[in-house]
């Protein structure tokens, strides 16, 4: 009897030790949102810094996933999933330490680099440990859900860190997870290599990244100092690169993305709803953290409880969402999905200088269903839209716009937001915080920067909310019931 069962209770060990390092890459996506304001007062980043510290690890992430993807098939999954987690440990040591704002960027870039190298290969060796379809199906929920759970709790866990200890701690916290893990991974965890890898394209690679980065400086140079040459140079040069990246792929025998997924409707709302949603709740979580604290003056442990009713409603919905789903069908639930986010940030608009508690754990708790949706389904829409054949490239594309909403979100949202509170705000510093640290500032321009932040934040939800509401009613018209319809 205990021969029939112990492989079971391995595949079970085995997943609650893959679970960590899901735990943190998307943790890390979000853990800093509470933690800026404190950042900023150490280490004086300027407004483009800041979103830089916040966004180079999820660009690390997004834009390098499809790639270790590759590499991991080729080399092995367990082997380089080893690596990403030694590195990323390396990496948070040198972001808990960092003397300035430009060594703290690059740390958090390294960590992204190794967060690529986890994310895919964890998935690769999971579905390894369950060779049954059904149990196979409940690991993956459980992976989708911890994953959606790190993105929720990490504003919280940086609160309560922050409490207590000083910023860097926010990133020691990885390191007891990333031991255990090299510790048992090796125990519980099989090597797992595909039977025909694909060739990785290194000028794909260098192309997509170089091209995502170069255009989101030349826009957040904008948005903080205004359009100049030299920005608008570095923009067009990276809409040039990510061009050329298209084009490559259709040459390619192994492309990195292949574009040809996307003439699927089912598949392309898929992704959208993996990447805006995403993108809308890093900005807002982001811009919600110096809301509650520089401009209600709350302090960090109460604006992370706060954030709790959002992450419980968010983790909860991820949870049960793939059994809703089998009774309302696909289609219905990325409605839901894009119509609830848009209601609940429509609520932030409520919020003034003086106060709107209410109005952001109701804002969090209704978009927290939306974003639920969200995570718990794109994954699975997206592969099962596709021929099986290329559920391995649907699969990656899933989680590559996952990464880069998130980052997106804080890069172009973030950067609007700047943008309005530079040409509305005081200009006496290009942040918030910047202009509240500066001796003897008069009560009038206190309330005129902190009711700019707001304008800022208001128009970011109004943006998004109307966003969402155009891609619920495109879901709506767009993708037939047949299509997405649950299986009887």
Known sequence: MSQQHSPGLRAWLGLVVLLGPVLLVSMDGSILFLAMPRISQALTPTADQALWILDS?????????????????RYGRLKLLTIGATVFGIGSVAAAFAPSAEFLIAARALMGVAGATLLPSALAVLSELFADPRRRAQAIGIFAAAFAAGFAIGPVVGGVLLEKFWWG?????NLPVIGVFLVFAPVLLREVRATRPGRVDVTSVVLSAAGLLLGIYALKHAATEGLTLGPAAVGIAGVVLLVWFARRQKRLEHPLMEFSLFRDRVFTVAIITGLVPLAAWSATAFLSGIYLQSVLGLSVLSAALLALPGAAVLTITCIVTPVVVDRIGKRTALVVCHF???AGLSLLLATTIT??????IASTAIAGVGYGISFAV???TAVGAVP?????????????SNEIGNALGIALLGSLAALVFRLSGPDLAPTLDGTLQLPDLAPVLVEEAKTAFVTGLHVIAAAASLLHIALGTLALR???????????
């Open 169 to 173: 701690s926010v990133f020691l916290i």
């Open 388 to 400: 099986v054949e290329r559920a391995g490239s649907a699969g990656a594309i899933a989680e590559t």
């Open 57 to 73: 690890y999820g660009f690390a992430v997004g834009s390098l996933l499809i790639a270790f993807g590759t590499i991991g098939d």
């Open 478 to 488: 767009w993708i037939s019931v047949r299509a997405t319809s649950p299986v009887p």
């Open 340 to 342: 609830s986010i848009a």
């Open 355 to 360: 106060g709107g508690i209410g109005w952001y």
């Open 378 to 380: 794109v994954a699975d």
